[in-house]
């Protein structure tokens, strides 16, 4: 009796095996490769990388905080068409509190002063991009009165700035702080 054995070709079933090892291998470090990338890009705005005061930043996402803010005082002076003021000058420092790279603006206003001819409207819109942890400097100066005002009454005393940082990206509100001032004659 004669036993056959069946003949395999040894160096092809060896590459047949390899390949499909190596192929199976090689997708799987793809996939691996893929959801890593996309971890990079899908993370969401409200998870916390580091605290805002270590070494670069604080938050994905948006974030900015203004950390100081000072206003100068702002004089009357009588003219010929009525009393004109000023120009009121306002410097602060703003942090970037984001793990990212932002582009920021500051509305200053005065919502509760209702003298509308005697009152801060203006904006400042630094042209530095604001890296990650940095702090920043900012002036501005704006005048309160667009026209000569006929009176000083409603204009001489107190008033209160309200500076809003914003997102260059969408407008969106970063920080609100406020900051006094007086008008003399």
């Known amino acids: 009796m004669t036993i056959q054995t069946p003949e395999f070709d040894v160096d092809q079933t060896v590459d047949t095996i390899s390949t499909r090892t190596v192929s199976k291998t090689s997708r ?10 996309l971890s990079l890009f899908v993370v969401p705005a409200t998870t916390s990388f580091a605290s805002d005061g270590g070494g670069g930043g604080g938050v994905a996402g948006k974030c900015g ?9 702002v004089k009357l002076t009588a003219t010929d068409g009525g009393y004109t003021a000023s120009s009121l000058q306002i410097r602060g420092q703003v942090k970037n509190c984001s793990i990212y790279l932002q582009r920021y603006w500051i509305d200053f206003s005065e919502p509760t002063n209702t003298n ?3 009152k801060a409207a ?3 819109f630094p042209s530095t991009v604001w890296s990650s942890g940095s702090s920043q400097s900012f002036s501005a100066s704006g005048n309160i009165t667009k026209t000569p005002v006929a009176t000083a009454e409603g204009c001489v005393g107190a008033h209160t700035v309200k500076a809003v940082l914003r997102s ?5 509100v970063l920080s609100t702080v406020s ?7």
């Open 122 to 124: 203006f904006s400042v």
């Open 168 to 172: 260059r990206t969408d407008g969106s």
């Open 65 to 73: 905080t203004i950390t100081s803010i000072s206003a100068s005082s």
């Open 116 to 118: 509308t001819n005697c």
């Open 179 to 185: 900051v006094n001032y007086t008008v003399s004659l």
């Open 28 to 37: 799987m470090v793809l996939v691996a490769l893929f959801a890593a990338m």
